[in-house]
């Protein structure tokens, strides 16, 4: 359901549900899985999900409840699902203002997974209506909060490096930023924002260590196979299927924990069944095809 927060309407779905927030890319149609920003009730929710230190607890003391999001390590055991993360080893946490977006987190109990409630490559809504307009045809529930008071997205902030990055600019600006632990990374964020809008870029996105080969239609004893569809070929090491139904839902729900659960020494390389091309099944070739790319040096593309 969509619901309005500080800064624009978020489309949400409980962060912990794989085929909740795979629904998510489905619904705005994304060509991409891009990681999410999960939201929580407050630090203490946070806790538990994430990797703290302690300039990520200043920020936290500083700007929460509000409009800053905070990239941290996953924690050990994170219990939200390896979508709202794009595969990734870290992930984008926020405590918001807005106080329907603070009844709902008190009533899910849950943390809750919300990209911008528009369609891929339309611009951020702040009102219901915005919502409507885009995602009428997509969603059941919108909560009509009103118009949003900030009207822009949250600042971005990674802050698993010493010194934090700012990844998006948005409603805390540098300045705040800066005034409160000191000067950032000294990058033009034009710069963060393309890498941004093509995350495979991101050195947070993960790639398997095994090769990986794309549109298989046979396999070999010593590949694992990540199969496709109620016809799984037969003879590989280790077998996973992302969706036994062909159910690109499914499929999407299991990819990067399945990619990761094959990624093992013992084998050589890991085939992929092919998985078709509309619906989410692009955003799930657009990966794959990624993970299959030669790999680079240069640890920023992966
Ligand atoms: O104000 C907001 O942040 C709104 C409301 C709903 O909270 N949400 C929002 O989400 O704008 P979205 O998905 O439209 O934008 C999330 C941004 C993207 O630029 C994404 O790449 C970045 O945050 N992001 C999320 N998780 C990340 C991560 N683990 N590492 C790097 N960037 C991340
Ligand atoms: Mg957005």
Redesign the pocket.
């Given at each position: 359901m969509a619901f309005p927060?500080e800064?624009?309407?978020?489309l949400g779905a409980v962060a912990t549900n794989d085929r909740a927030v795979a629904a998510i890319f489905a619904a705005k149609a994304r060509p991409r899985f891009?990681?999410?920003?999960v939201?929580v009730r407050d630090r203490a929710a946070a806790g538990a999900l994430a990797v703290w230190n302690e300039v990520a607890e200043r920020l936290a003391t500083r700007f929460w409840p509000g409009?800053l999001?905070l990239?941290l390590p996953r924690a050990e055991g994170c219990p939200l699902s390896l979508l709202v993360?794009a595969g990734?080893d870290?992930?984008?946490l926020?405590a918001?203002a807005h106080p329907v977006a603070h009844a709902l987190l008190e009533a899910t109990v849950l943390p809750v997974a919300?990209?911008?409630?528009n369609p891929a490559g339309r611009i951020?809504p702040t009102t219901a209506d915005h919502v409507l307009d885009g995602l009428g045809e997509q969603i059941e529930i919108v909560v009509d909060g009103g118009s949003c008071p900030i009207g822009l997205?949250?600042t971005?902030l990674?802050v698993t490096t010493e010194r934090p990055r700012l990844?998006?600019p948005?409603a805390v600006t540098r300045e705040d930023l800066e005034a409160t632990i000191g000067p950032l990374t000294p990058e033009p964020a034009q710069t963060h924002d393309r890498d941004?809008r093509s995350?495979g870029r991101?050195r947070?996105h993960y790639a398997p260590s095994l090769s990986v080969r794309l549109d298989a239609t046979s396999v070999a004893q010593d590949e694992a196979l990540l199969a496709f569809g109620d016809r799984p070929l037969h003879g590989a090491a280790q077998t996973l299927n992302l969706s036994p139904p062909g159910d690109l839902v499914e499929a999407a729900a299991n990819l990067f924990a399945m990619l990761r659960a094959l990624d093992r020494p013992e084998h050589r390389a890991i085939a992929v069944m092919p998985v078709p091309g509309h619906g989410l099944g692009a955003a799930i070739r657009d990966r794959l095809e990624r993970a299959a790319a030669p790999r680079s040096p240069d640890p920023h593309e992966p």
């Open positions: 927060t800064t624009v309407y978020g891009n990681p999410l920003i939201h409009p999001s990239v993360s990734g870290t992930v984008a926020r918001p919300a990209p911008s409630a951020s997205e949250s971005v990674d990844l998006r948005g941004l995350p991101l947070s």
